[in-house]
C-alpha cells in the first residue's frame, strides 16, 4: 500500500487499483475563444495548473497507472445537449454555436480537444461526457470495473463543477477519491477553496486533498 499525509487524513491507496482521472483538460475550457470564455471567464487562472498536471500525469504514466482523460463535448447534431443546457450561459455564443475554435463544446472540434501539454498517450482511454459528471452517460463504470480500480486520483477543470461533480459520482459508487489540489482550477477562486474544504469536511465525506509533489512522493519515493 502507499500513503500519502493528506487531507482531513492520510489516503492509502494500492497503486495497482488506481487509476488518475484527468477531467475535462480541453481548449474550449482553458483557451480564450472557448465554453469558458463564451461565459464571460478569464481562462488564464485554468492555464496555470497545465505545468502541475503534466507532472502528475507523468508520475502516474510511470508508475503504471492507468490514466484516463474525459471531454465534456456533444454530438454535432446536439441530440445529447438538453435544451436547458443550451439555453443557459453566454446568449451571443451557445453550444454547438460556430466560434474560434470551432463550434462550442462539439465533439470532433478543435475546441473539444485536450489541450497539446497534456495530450492523451496511445492507448489511454478517453471518455467523451455530455454531463458534468463522468459517469453520468459515458462507459467509464465498465472502464474501471475492467481494470479493477478501486481508487481515483481526480485532476482537472473546473473544480466545483465537473470535478466535484464526477468525485461525488466516484464517491457514490465507493471508489476512494483523492483530488489534487494544484492540479484542479476553478474560475472562481473561492469556488475552488470551498469545494476542497467541503470535499475534506465530515472526516472526508467526498474524499481526500494533496498536493501533486505528495503523490509523485507516494507513488515513487
Ligand atoms: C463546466 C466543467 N464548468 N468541465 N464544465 O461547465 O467543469
Redesign the pocket.
Known sequence: MARIDAAPFAYEFDPASTALLV??M?RD?IEPGG??AA?GNDTAPLRGIIPATARLIGAARRAGLPVIHTR?CHRPDLSDCPPAKRSRGAPTLRIGDPGPMGRILIAGEPGAEIVPELAPAAGETVIDKPG?GAFYATDLSEALEARGIRSLILA????????Q?TMREANDRGYECLLAEDATES?FPEFKAATLAMIRAQGAIVGWTATVAQIEEALHG
Not at 156 to 163: A, I, L, P, R, Y
Request: aromatic fraction near 16%; glycine fraction near 10%; proline fraction near 0%.
Open positions: 477531467i475535462d480541453q475550457f465554453f469558458g461565459l465534456e458534468k482537472g477543470v473546473t473544480t466545483e463543477v465537473c470535478v461533480t474560475y
